[in-house]
């Protein structure tokens, strides 16, 4: 039960305090961002294309669309203290940040894609191996937070891996789109057929690993799918070291 899980949080706090997500200052329980962080982060609000993710002032995708995704939206740009977070969150094993972040992308999702009837809630796979050695895959963490946040079913282990590849951020952007190339598949144990799906995953950056899994789930009958990340890279958006 949540009630349960929110008395587990609460009393946690008062042994290890909560702090912002982003800058550490230590916070109410329940909250995720100091006043600062909300006013100084890198949001993408207002009006977004709809191929990249970004805001119209910041698109560089030309409004070419030849993604296997209807749209795509971020909560915020991956730059300065959200490219912090996400490195501890995906590799500094700080595995509850999920819920935060999770809780950031609910507001985006309220905010690009209210009105639409989702059946599924997937997410991106991991390699078995690196998913062994993490000790969790990030984006299952954040789709099934979602799930519960919105009410969606969670579409545990809909989109499988088949075989390792290389990381997609060590690639070049040409090499990232050959990568993937029949790296997914769709479990048989679910009917995607005619069905609206909600892809999770943590970071958009070239967009091929979205693209590639939008592939399989339209190949096997998806009707519509819709991207959600936490954070997108943006080469017009500068990142200070």
């Known amino acids: ?104 992308m609910t507001e985006t999702f309220h905010e690009r894609y209210a009105g639409i009837a989702f059946d599924y809630i997937a997410y991106v796979p991991m390699d078995r191996k690196r998913e062994k050695r993490r000790g969790y895959n990030q984006s299952r963490l954040l789709a099934q937070r979602l799930s519960e946040n919105l009410n969606i079913p969670f579409g545990d282990k809909l989109i499988i891996k088949l075989y390792e590849t290389d990381v997609q951020h060590e690639c070049t952007e040409i090499e990232r789109k050959g990568n993937l190339l029949g790296a997914f598949d769709i479990n048989n144990a679910y009917d995607v057929r005619e069905k609206n799906i909600l892809l999770v995953d943590d970071i958009k950056t070239s967009g091929s690993t979205l693209n590639e899994c939008g592939k399989m789930l339209y190949l096997r009958g998806a009707e519509r799918v819709f991207c959600l990340t936490a954070a997108m890279v943006n080469s017009k958006i500068e990142y200070n070291d």
């Not at 982003?22 to 294309?49: A, S, T």
């Not at 698109?59 to 030849?66: F, L, P, T």
């Open 1 to 104: 039960m949540k009630i349960t899980s929110d008395i587990r949080e609460f009393l946690a706090c008062v042994f290890f305090p909560n702090r912002c997500l982003f800058c550490n200052k230590v916070m109410p329980p329940f909250e995720n961002i100091c006043d600062d962080c909300e006013e100084n982060l890198p949001w993408i609000r207002g009006e977004i294309c709809p191929y990249c993710g970004a805001s119209r002032n910041d698109c560089k995708c030309g409004k070419k669309h030849g993604s296997f995704y209807d749209a795509t939206a971020s909560s915020l740009y991956y730059v300065d203290d959200v490219r912090e977070c996400m490195h501890r969150f995906k590799f500094a094993s700080d595995k509850l940040a999920y819920k935060g972040i999770a809780d950031i």
